[in-house]
């Protein structure tokens, strides 16, 4: 009797949902920003987009290549491989929210679990198809948070739900405060 074990099978469905996972956490940032005008997602979205052009830019400056056991996608002719490693995205995003809990002095053990988990699966996921080597899958974690933990620091000034909002009672800065960094 041939066939797939639950333990093959379960494997095969933790990494695709691992290889999702940046393309999920860019949808589910913008429809946040644009559909509930929540302006903390469009600031998340917009370090992720800053993680993947500082990830271009290394790969453009060493020379990088493309592992196609890294590939998004298979096209017809090459494969499609986002800039920013799985696992260093996945660090943004730990480090990013690790760092917000740090900075709100508020310790959520859920978030804290499922932020250390997610980060452990992927990291796991990227070793266990070939993609990376433990050391790599480290490297590009530890970089990932590094750049999470730095960009919230940047940006938590303005990082709250009602940013947009001028109604003196919800908050105390306005749009135009946003871009007068230095001012």
Not at 16 to 43: H, K, N
Not at 60 to 69: A, E, K, L, S, T
Not at 88 to 115: C, E, H, K, S, W
Not at 159 to 167: E, I, L, M, V
């Amino acid at each position: 009797m041939s066939g797939i074990s639950i333990f093959t099978a379960g494997k095969a469905i933790i990494n695709t949902l691992v290889r999702l996972a940046p393309v999920a956490l860019y949808t589910g940032s913008a429809t946040s920003g644009l559909v509930f005008e929540d302006f903390r997602a469009v600031i998340l979205l917009v370090g992720f987009i800053l993680n993947e052009a500082i990830a271009y830019g290394y790969r453009i400056m060493f020379q990088g290549i493309y592992n196609p056991q890294c590939a998004l996608m298979k096209t017809p002719d090459d494969y499609f491989v986002l800039p920013s490693p799985i696992t260093q995205t996945i660090g943004f995003f730990a480090g990013f929210f690790l760092m917000d809990m740090y900075n709100n002095g508020v310790f959520a053990p859920m978030r804290f679990f499922f932020l250390c988990t997610i980060l452990i699966v992927t990291i796991y996921s990227r070793i266990n198809i070939g993609c990376k080597t433990l050391l790599e899958a480290l490297y590009c974690a530890i970089l990932g948070m590094i750049l999470g933990v730095g960009y919230y620091n940047v940006i938590k000034e303005y990082y709250r739900r009602d940013f947009y909002k001028t109604d003196e009672s919800t908050t105390t800065g306005s749009v135009s405060d946003f871009f007068n960094l230095g001012s």
